[in-house]
C-alpha cells in the first residue's frame, strides 16, 4: 500500500507514534522516527527493523532542530505532544509556551518543509493527532486545548491549498488513549480534582464518555494507516473523532 513512499512520525518512541511507526512500517513505507527518547527509539527499531525505521532524537521544542530533519517526506504524522496540568491563573507560561512549540509550532514548520515534495510528486498525506479536546474543552487544560484546537485549523487550512496538488489533511480526535502521556495525568488529575488517584480514571477520564475504556494505540494507528491508503483520495479537512461518544453530548 506504501511500497516506496517515505514517512515522518513525531513522538514516535511510545503509545500512539510508536503503533503508528509500526501500522506505516508494516504497509511497506521507510518510517523517519522522531523522539526526545532515544532509548526508546533505539528499541523500536530493534522491534520494527532498521531497514524500515530511522530513529531521529529531536526535542521538538527547540524550533531550530527542525531544521536537520528530512523534507522528502510523503505520510507527516504530527503526534509528539505533551500535558500540563493547572487552572489558568496558575498556569507556568513557560510551560504553556513549550506545549505550544512542541503541538502547534513543530507541525506548522513540518508541514510546511514537507509540502514542496508533496506537491512536486503530485501525492502526500498529512495527519495530525489532535485529541477529543481539539473540538472540546476541558478545565485545567489549558495549553493543551488550545493548542489543539490550533492546530485543527492548521490542517483545514492545508486541506483547502493542497486539495488539488494530490495532498490530504485530517486529524484524529481520540479520547484518552493507552498511552504514557495519559498515565502521567493521573497523579495531576487528582489533584486538580481533589481526589484520590484510584478515582481518576472513572470519576475524570471516562465520565463523559459512553464507551467506559481507553482507546488502544493500535486502533489510533489503523486509522491513520486508513488515510494514507488507497481509499482516502477525497477525505480531507476532516476531524475523525475516535472519542466513544464523548462529543455525541
Not at 511507526?21 to 522491534?47: F, M, N, P, Q, T
Not at 472540546?136 to 486541506?159: D, I, M, Q
Not at 502521567?184 to 481518576?200: C, F, L, M, Y
Request: a negative charge.
Amino acid at each position: 500500500m506504501l511500497d516506496g513512499r517515505t514517512a515522518l512520525v513525531t513522538g514516535a518512541a511510545s503509545g500512539i507514534g510508536a503503533a503508528v511507526v509500526e501500522r506505516l512500517a508494516s504497509a511497506g513505507a521507510r518510517v523517519h522516527a522522531v523522539d526526545i527518547d532515544g532509548d526508546a527509539l533505539d528499541k523500536l527499531v530493534a522491534r520494527v527493523g532498521a531497514e524500515r525505521v530511522t530513529p531521529w532524537v529531536v526535542d521538538l521544542s527547540d524550533l531550530d532542530a527542525h531544521g536537520g530533519l528530512p523534507s522528502d517526506i510523503d505520510v507527516l504524522v504530527n503526534n509528539a505532544g505533551i500535558q500540563h496540568v493547572a487552572p489558568v491563573h496558575e498556569f507556568p507560561v513557560d510551560e504553556f509556551e513549550r506545549i505550544h512549540r512542541i503541538m502547534l509550532l513543530s507541525p506548522f514548520r513540518l508541514v510546511r518543509a514537507c509540502l514542496p515534495h508533496m506537491y512536486a510528486a503530485g501525492w502526500g498525506r498529512v495527519v495530525n493527532v489532535s485529541s477529543v479536546h481539539g473540538l472540546r474543552a476541558s478545565a485545567f487544560k489549558s495549553a493543551y486545548v488550545s493548542a489543539k484546537h490550533g492546530l485543527e485549523g492548521l490542517s483545514k487550512v492545508v486541506a483547502l491549498e493542497a486539495g488539488d496538488k494530490g495532498v490530504t489533511s485530517n486529524c484524529i480526535n481520540p479520547a484518552y488513549v493507552r498511552t504514557p502521556l495519559v498515565e502521567r495525568q493521573i497523579s495531576a488529575q487528582a489533584q486538580a480534582h481533589g481526589i484520590p488517584e484510584s478515582e481518576v480514571l472513572e470519576e475524570v477520564m471516562l465520565t463523559p464518555v459512553a464507551v467506559k475504556r481507553l482507546i488502544e494505540p493500535a486502533e489510533v494507528a489503523d486509522l491513520i494507516g486508513f488515510l494514507c491508503g488507497p481509499s482516502s483520495d477525497s477525505i480531507t479537512g476532516s476531524s475523525f473523532t475516535m472519542d466513544g461518544g464523548w462529543t455525541a453530548h
